[in-house]
T-cell receptor
Framework: ETGVTQTPRHLVMGMTNKKSLKCEQH?????MYWYKQSAKKPLELMFV???????ENNSVPSRFSPECPNSSHLFLHLHTLQPEDSALYLC??????????????FGAGSRLTVL | GQNIDQPTEMTATEGAIVQINCTYQ??????LFWYQQHAGEAPTFLSY??LDGLEEKGRFSSFLSRSKGYSYLLLKELQMKDSASYLC??????????WGAGTKLIIKP
């Protein structure tokens, strides 16, 4: 256990479904992140929240919608996804959203398959 | 553009030593990280280098040369549990993390 919990661990959905990924951290961190991890590709930063405010959105398609209701919880709402969105979605948290030695603590990820 | 290069896959023998290289071209530099990721698990932090030189942590060491844009992760006395992917990441001048695609390390008995 890293202190960052993601649910569900596995999700299969059709292109017309709506689903949500959930992330919870018990580390008292102020920043939370969503990353996309595809096989043999670098981690892609999707969203960053600092003190519950979105500070970065790396040109992510609108079919991905984040929500951060408080500093401990982060959601990724999914709708009308495409097969190329199939990937491992990682949530991470850190003490702050910048500074040099800001270590990320990751969850184990949600493996998403879009049919 | 910004780029991190590391080998896709490496194989080593239990008990041996392996060095995983990482080269980077980024807009500025504010530190280099190594993370370990076992299959199906969360990436976990291994090391952080911001100054040139070698940082040692038990069986793992990480080296940085900022002038060469180069780092390596050295794993000694390899154990089967070291089979994992190793991710290199650099913080650029805007404190954005730039990630490599990871190196899958396979340990054979």
């Amino acid at each position: 256990e890293t202190g960052v919990t993601q649910t569900p661990r596995h999700l299969v959905m059709g292109m017309t479904n709506k689903k949500s990924l959930k992330c919870e951290q018990h580390l008292g961190h102020n920043a939370m992140y969503w990353y996309k991890q595809s096989a043999k590709k670098p981690l892609e930063l999707m969203f960053v929240y600092s003190l519950e405010e979105r500070v970065e959105n790396n040109s992510v398609p609108s079919r991905f919608s984040p929500e951060c209701p408080n500093s401990s919880h982060l959601f990724l709402h999914l709708h009308t996804l495409q097969p190329e969105d199939s990937a491992l979605y990682l949530c991470a948290s850190s003490p702050s959203d910048s500074s040099g030695a800001n270590v990320l603590t990751f969850g184990a990820g949600s493996r998403l398959t879009v049919l | 553009g910004q780029n991190i290069d590391q080998p896709t896959e490496m194989t080593a023998t239990e008990g041996a030593i392996v060095q995983i290289n990482c080269t980077y071209q980024t807009s500025g530099f504010n530190g280099l990280f190594w993370y370990q990721q076992h299959a199906g698990e969360a990436p976990t932090f291994l090391s952080y280098n911001v100054l040139d030189g070698l940082e040692e942590k038990g069986r793992f060491s990480s080296f940085l040369s900022r002038s060469k844009g180069y780092s390596y992760l050295l794993l000694k006395e390899l154990q089967m549990k070291d089979s994992a992917s190793y991710l290199c990441a650099v913080k650029d001048s805007n404190y954005q993390l730039i990630w490599g695609a990871g190196t899958k390390l396979i340990i054979k008995p």
